[in-house]
Each structure stands twice: as C-alpha cells, then as structure tokens.
C-alpha cells in the first residue's frame, strides 16, 4: 500500500485540489497496484501550527509516503519515482510559493494486512482478481 500522508497550511488546497491530487497521486500507482491500495491523506496544520527550526512555517507542505506494497531496491528507479512524484506536487506546491519535502518510507510486505487479510503477493492470480475487482478477498 502506498500511503501518503501531506501536511499542509489550510488554505494550501481546496475540496478539488484533494481530489484532482488524489486522482494523480493514485495514476502514478495503478498499471501494477489495485487502486484501492493507494491512500492519500490530507493533514489541514492550523496557521503557527508547524515550525521548521523553531520558527514559525506557515508557508510549508510536507509529503511522507508509506510503501508496503512494492520496494524499490534500485537506486535508478528510486531518482525516478522521487522525479515522477515531484511532477505531480510541484503544481500544487511550488508552483503556489509553498516550501515543501518528501520522503518515503518502505514497510515489509510481511507486516501489512487489510480487512485481516493478508495482501497477495505481487503478480500472483490473487493479487490480479484484487486488481480487477478493486477490493480485498479471501484467496
């Protein structure tokens, strides 16, 4: 599962910023992954509600990403998922004035369950029915 978490001032992004957001952050997933794996999370930070050294930041968004469904292990492939993933904030940040980070963080497959199931493992039949049925079942 891909998980992002975006920290954010109040006003940095309105009800059709999430979705149009939600809607790119979930392509950049969904020829390998069920599109039900990706989550997106909006944290709205009051104003003087973040600090970055110890002043005060009201003009910063912060991105964290939880990876559980893939890893990427080649450090190639990394630069490009962290380019790909800047294409698609920049708009949205930058491109307003915002300050802003990301990072990500892989979880282990074997510690990751949805519904109490365990997810199939990638590129299995299982995991294609998850796939084409966008839900969890048993398998």
């Given amino acids: 599962m891909p998980m992002w978490q975006i920290y954010h001032p109040e006003a940095a992004f309105s009800e059709s910023d999430k979705q149009e957001l939600a809607g790119k952050i979930t392509a950049i997933y969904e020829s390998f992954l069920p599109r039900f794996y990706v989550n997106v999370f909006f944290h709205s930070i009051p104003k003087d509600g973040l600090f970055i050294g110890g002043q005060v930041a009201n003009d910063f968004v912060r991105v964290t990403i939880d990876h559980i469904a893939r890893s990427i292990d080649d450090p ?64």
């Fill in 76 to 139: 190639e492939m990394q630069q490009q998922f962290l380019v790909g993933c800047s294409r698609v904030l920049e708009p949205y940040v930058a491109g307003r004035g915002y300050r802003w980070e990301l990072h990500i963080d892989d979880t282990p497959f074997d510690l990751w369950m949805i519904n109490g199931l365990k997810p199939p493992h990638p590129g299995t039949p299982a995991e294609l029915k998850w796939r084409s049925e966008n839900r969890p079942s048993t398998y």
